[in-house]
Every structure is written in structure tokens, then in C-alpha cells.
């Protein structure tokens, strides 16, 4: 068993490259900056710079292998440079298969991403409900193609599986697909912050070595063109932050914005900054329930989730400890 | 017997039938929905019996035929299902050169978004009458008013149904069943039309709305015996344009869009679109 990894320098692609290394697997990474590799060892694991998006670079990788994880993605949510979603997640996810086709490979794990199955209502969603809202995040839209794109190889003969994880968080660099991490460390370290009032609005949470977890059970036991929802608990913002809050015995004041003058000052920003993180229809995600339903992960796979409070002090305990 | 009233909604599984169906069942109304055979139509009827709590009923079948326009009353009828709402939504779209597809594909394209709505019209009139007040929403389109180029066949059912749904309406008013037409333009319903409204020039992507706010106005809309329905803003703009602007400048228009189309269409140009266009 040889298996390849991209986006190994990802927050959950890291994590999930140490969890292989201690099962002693030999692993191969396919990354564009091999410095930016956070592992502390590099025993039984080979370093092939270059990106997705180059067919040739994948090729030299992949070769050899015998399993995939494909975690590399971009994930960062901006109004400009919309093509490179586009890239990266679609024709780079293309590249992929296609090239896990050529080399015949075993079994492909394809990370996507709760994000596809959009907002709920009051009851958690599971894959099967249909979306309610059209897509408006490119981000969202490029995982959903690529999904396709996984059932569309199954349907041709690969044996590839969908894991869709969903908020993630957990110890570890608090980097962007690692936001209520984010916003723990904020918390912890500034005296305010502005959020918009919408505390009564439910999402899903899920704890990274969960998640981690999820993508080995769905390589040992996923079924070929299945989605899984790898979540957690479902939690509203206000829980969210009255926990964090309550453990770490946080400083900051929490200033409620109505949604609308955020909505405002959003579409303001807009019109100076391309690169803002703050856009108009990022907070609209928020003003939803977004809650999730992982039995299937759990009667299937055997996945399990840690209590939203144990996690949390994990982070929180982590952040306090390792980060400034 | 239940003696609730239901809406009936073709084309319910995908696109923008499902947004009308997601948006009735809000408003609380019991449901028969119809589309074609495939995962999508019981998904969303459980979705909706669990969420929304009213009852749904599916119906699986190919409306391109006149004989399940039939089966699908019969059952409806035997099954004592009061009708009093129709909303005729099921159609089949396409853009492309004339010559460049099938004359069968034609022939189910005109089957479906003519002939099916004037069969269940027909069908479902009694229904509707002794359920009054009642009302049929057909779904046309605003290539129903011009001449969008490489909708040939697409803008001439749809202006079929314009006139249809005119005609009919003032038949119906005494029997106190309002007849009304909504004509959405451009709209994220599929994944290959939501990929190119998001690659549409400027102008274009003003006007390109989600199908569950089309949904929502045109519901309103029709429970208020509105005859024509242009859903947003841009659309409005547009169709004033349409009577201000003089006919050489109109056809100026089309023509330039039809060397859009026409570029687009050429495989060398088509890049990323074209990945994307098959994962969609």
C-alpha cells in the first residue's frame, strides 16, 4: 500500500498525513512548496513538488501508488479570482482521476465538502435531501462540479469515495479553512469583536481528528460513489460563543451588528478592496441554519463524533498553549 | 377522504419546479408533484413531508406522451384528489442551431411545453372549476417575447403558452379560475446554465436570478390573478426596452448575441467552460 496525498499542507491535510505516518504507511505528498510540510519526521514519505493543475507533475507522483487522498483544494472564499476555483477544484480534481484511471488505482478518497449540500432547515440535512438555495459561493459551486466529476470516473469504473466534512476545527494552524480555530484565537487574544446578530442560527462543527478519522474509515469501508457527511454537533452561534467565552474566560466583548449593516458595510468594502474576506453573500451564509446529519458516516463507516465541549477545550487548551 | 386542496406541479424533481414546489410546501400547501422517473422527486418529497409537514404526492412519469397526461388525471381523480391549483412547469430547453438537432427531439420538445399543459389544462378544467377559486400557472419564458436567437423552437412553445394562457384567461374569469403566465429570464436552475450565467457579460448577469426568488414572486404573483408575470428588475427593464426600442435596432441586438453564441460555441474558445460543461 503506497498512497499518494494532495494537500498535504493543509490543515487537514497535514493532519491526516501525520494520523498515515503513524500507522506507518509510505506516503507520497504532491504539494507546490515543500517547505511549507509541517510534519516533524519525513520517514517512509516522498516529496514530488508541483500542482494539480499540471497533469505532468501528477503523473510522476502518482505512479506507483496504490491509493489516493485528494484533499487539495482552494478554499478561500473572495469575490475576485473566481477561475481560480475553477482551476484548482474542478479541472485540478479532473487531473486527478484521470490519472488515478491511467495508474490503476485501488481506492481514491475525494475530500468535498458539507458546503454543497447548502442551508437546512430545522431539521439536519443528510445527502440525500436536496439543496435548497441555488449556489452562490464559487467555492461551494467548484466542490459540487467536482463531485460530479468523482460519480461521473465511479460510473467509468474507479473506486472513489466522497467525504464532506463540515465546519472543521480543532488544534492546529489557525489558517482559513480552520475558521472557528480563527475565531477562538481571536477571542482569546483581542478585547472585541463585532459579529453579526445571528445567534440563533444553527451550524454544524466538526473536530479535525474526527474528520481525520473519517477519511481513513471511508478508504477502509466507503462504497464507491457515496457521499459522507463527516460532521459534528450541530451548535448556534450563540452557543458557539458563550463556549468559547465560558472556557477560556475571555476578555473580549461581543458587539452584535444587525445583518443588514454588515450586509452594507460589505458591499462598501467592496467597492475598494477586490480581496476582502468580507462580502455580502459570506454573511448571508451565516444568517442560515446550516445543521447536518452524519448517520450514515456512522452506521456505514463506523465514524464517530467527539462532544462539541470536549473538542473545544482541546482547541482552546492548544491555542493557549502553542499559539501566542 | 381528504379534503384538503392540492397544487399540482410538473417538472417538480429539478430546477425551477422544485423551487416552486420548496416554496408552496412553505406556504403550507398540500402537493401532488410530477417528473420524470429518477432519485431527485422522492428526495424532495421527503424533504418536504419532513420539514414542512404537509402531505406530498409523487407522480413518476414522461408527460412528452398523451397517454400519461391521461393516466396521470385518472389517478389523481380515483385517488379523490382535490385539484385547485395547476402550475404547468415541466419543459425542455435548448440552445443550438436549427438543423443541428434531431426532428424527434423537436417533437418531444413541443410535446412537452405545448402539448402537455394544454392536455392538463383540459384535463383538470372540471376539477378546477368545482374546487373554486382556483388557478393555472403555466411557465413560459422571456424568449416567449422575442427572438432569441437559436430558440427557435424553445421561444415558439413558449410564446404558444403566452398566448395560450391570455386566451384562456379570459374564458375562465367567470368560473373563478384565474389563468397566469410567468416568464423568468435567465436563471441558476441546472449546473451547465448556472455555469454560464456565471460566465455572462455584465449586462446579462444583472438580469440572472435564483429560481426559488423567481418561485416566491411568481406565487405571489399568481394568487393575486396577476395575467403576465416578468419576474425582477432587469427583466422589467428589459421587456420596456423591448416595446421602446424600434424593430432594426431589436434585430441589431439579436444578432449580436447570436455572434456571442456563436463564439462561444467554437470548441478552440470554450477553455474551462468546456471542463466544466461536462462535469454539469
Known amino acids: 500500500m503506497k498512497i499518494l496525498i494532495t494537500g498535504a499542507t493543509g490543515y487537514l491535510g497535514s493532519r491526516l498525513t501525520q494520523r498515515l505516518q503513524q500507522e506507518g504507511h509510505v506516503l507520497v505528498l504532491l504539494v507546490r512548496e515543500p517547505k511549507a510540510i509541517l510534519s516533524a519526521s519525513f520517514a517512509n514519505m516522498t516529496i514530488h513538488k508541483g500542482d494539480i493543475t499540471d497533469p505532468a507533475s501528477i503523473a510522476k507522483a502518482m505512479e506507483g501508488c496504490t491509493h489516493v487522498y485528494h484533499t487539495a483544494a482552494v478554499a478561500k472564499y473572495q469575490s475576485s479570482g473566481m ?43 443528510t445527502e440525500k435531501d436536496p439543496r435548497i438555495e441555488s449556489f452562490e459561493s464559487d467555492y461551494d459551486f467548484s466542490k459540487h462540479l467536482a463531485g460530479n466529476l468523482v460519480r461521473e470516473f465511479v460510473q467509468k469504473g474507479l473506486n472513489a469515495v466522497i467525504v464532506n466534512p463540515s465546519r472543521v476545527f480543532g488544534p492546529g494552524p489557525a489558517t482559513y479553512s480552520n475558521g472557528v480555530t480563527r475565531m477562538i484565537r481571536y477571542l482569546l487574544t483581542k478585547k472585541i469583536l463585532f459579529i453579526p446578530e445571528i445567534g440563533a442560527y444553527r451550524s454544524n462543527y466538526s473536530f479535525i481528528e474526527d474528520v481525520v478519522d473519517g477519511h481513513v474509515l471511508a478508504m477502509q469501508k466507503g462504497k464507491a460513489g457515496e457521499s459522507y457527511i463527516l460532521g459534528g454537533e450541530n451548535i448556534s452561534y450563540a452557543e458557539l460563543f458563550n463556549s468559547v ?41 451565516f444568517a442560515k441554519h446550516r445543521m447536518l446529519n452524519s448517520r450514515k458516516a456512522i452506521s456505514e463507516l463506523g465514524y464517530r463524533i467527539t462532544p462539541f465541549q470536549e473538542g473545544l477545550h482541546l482547541t482552546i487548551d492548544y491555542l493557549k498553549n502553542y499559539a501566542p | ?25 412553505r406556504l403550507g400547501h398540500p402537493l401532488v408533484l410530477v417528473s420524470l422517473p429518477g432519485p431527485e422527486l422522492s428526495c424532495l418529497a421527503d424533504f418536504i413531508r419532513k420539514n414542512h409537514q404537509v402531505p406530498v404526492i409523487s407522480v413518476e412519469t414522461d408527460l412528452s406522451e398523451e397517454g400519461n397526461c391521461i393516466a396521470l388525471y385518472n389517478r389523481i381523480r380515483n385517488a379523490g384528489i382535490r385539484i385547485n391549483v395547476l402550475i404547468n412547469n415541466a419543459g425542455i430547453g435548448g440552445t443550438d442551431r436549427f438543423e443541428k438537432k434531431a426532428m424527434s427531439f423537436y417533437k ?116 393575486a390573478k396577476r395575467k403576465v408575470i416578468i419576474p425582477g428588475f432587469w427583466n422589467n427593464v428589459i421587456c420596456l426596452l423591448h416595446r421602446l426600442l424600434p424593430e432594426w435596432f431589436r434585430v441589431f441586438l439579436m444578432e449580436q448575441q447570436l455572434k456571442r453564441i456563436e463564439r462561444k460555441q467554437d470548441p478552440q474558445k470554450q477553455g474551462l467552460a468546456g471542463t466544466v460543461s461536462i462535469a454539469a
Open chain 1, 83 to 125: 477561475d481560480r476555483f475553477y482551476e484548482v477544484n474542478v479541472t485540478g480534481t479532473r487531473n486527478i482521476l484521470e490519472a488515478a484511471m491511467r495508474f490503476n488505482i485501488q481506492k481514491l478518497v475525494f475530500t468535498s465538502s458539507a458546503a454543497v449540500f447548502g442551508p437546512s432547515l430545522d431539521i439536519p440535512l
Open chain 2, 108 to 223: 418531444k420538445q413541443l410535446q412537452v411545453n405545448v402539448l402537455a399543459p394544454t392536455f392538463l389544462s383540459y384535463l383538470f378544467l372540471d376539477e378546477l372549476k368545482s374546487n373554486s377559486p382556483s388557478h393555472i400557472l403555466n411557465v413560459s419564458s422571456m424568449a416567449g417575447f422575442f427572438c432569441v436567437p437559436q430558440k427557435q423552437v424553445y421561444g415558439g412553445s413558449k410564446s404558444y403558452l403566452l398566448s395560450f394562457s391570455g386566451s384562456l384567461a379570459l374564458e375562465l374569469k367567470k368560473q373563478n379560475i384565474s389563468v397566469s403566465v410567468v416568464c423568468p429570464g435567465a436563471m441558476n436552475t441546472t449546473d451547465s446554465l448556472t455555469w454560464q450565467n456565471k460566465k455572462a457579460s455584465h449586462i446579462l448577469k444583472w438580469s440572472v436570478m435564483n429560481p426559488e426568488r423567481v418561485a416566491s414572486i411568481a406565487l405571489k404573483k399568481m394568487f
Open chain 1, 245 to 285: 467565552a465560558g472556557y477560556s474566560s475571555s476578555k473580549c466583548r461581543l458587539i452584535k451588528i444587525p445583518v443588514d449593516i454588515i450586509k452594507g458595510a460589505a458591499h462598501f468594502t467592496s467597492l475598494f478592496n477586490r480581496n476582502t474576506e468580507l462580502t455580502a453573500s459570506l454573511i448571508t451564509r
Open chain 2, 1 to 25: 377522504m381528504n379534503r384538503e386542496k392540492y397544487t399540482l406541479i410538473t417538472g417538480a424533481g429539478t430546477g425551477f419546479g422544485k423551487a416552486l414546489a420548496l416554496e408552496c410546501a
